[in-house]
Nanobody
Framework: QVQLAESGGGLVQPGGSLRLSCTASGSTLDSYAVGWFRQAPGKEREGVSCTSSSDGYTYYGDSVKGRFTVSRDNAKNTVYLQMNSLKPEDTAVYYC????????????????????WGQGTQVTVSS
């Protein structure tokens, strides 16, 4: 089973950018769909994006569409989440997750199909 580790979180001012990384070990990511999720204190987990294993299609949640972009570097076995135009409401712990041979669409963003999860990285957007 694939193991995942997120990095790249931190403190950023509103309007700024961050890039999160999700690096896999134990297996190559190219056969996995990779999702990004976030959870703010006192709130339910929210699906940010899901990138399909077959064709790399990425489905984005409405709250991040147009601001966040997912990319993949197979040589590094890493998926990135580029976050631009950050807002205070983007503050949360961000997690990446993976599921083998999976096609993403809206229902993927509830996360229940994902079996492998990273430990999370904190993103704080504040002035």
């Amino acid at each position: 089973q694939v193991q995942l580790a997120e990095s790249g979180g931190g403190l950023v001012q509103p309007g700024g950018s961050l890039r999160l990384s999700c690096t896999a070990s134990g297996s190559t990511l190219d056969s996995y769909a990779v999702g990004w999720f976030r959870q703010a204190p006192g709130k339910e987990r929210e699906g940010v994006s899901c990138t399909s294993s077959s064709d790399g299609y990425t489905y984005y949640g409405d709250s991040v569409k147009g601001r966040f972009t997912v990319s993949r570097d197979n040589a590094k076995n890493t998926v990135y989440l580029q976050m631009n135009s950050l807002k205070p409401e983007d503050t949360a712990v961000y997690y990446c997750a993976a599921v083998w041979h999976y096609y993403c669409s809206a229902w993927a963003l509830d996360g229940r199909d994902f079996g492998s999860w990273g430990q999370g990285t904190q993103v704080t957007v504040s002035s």
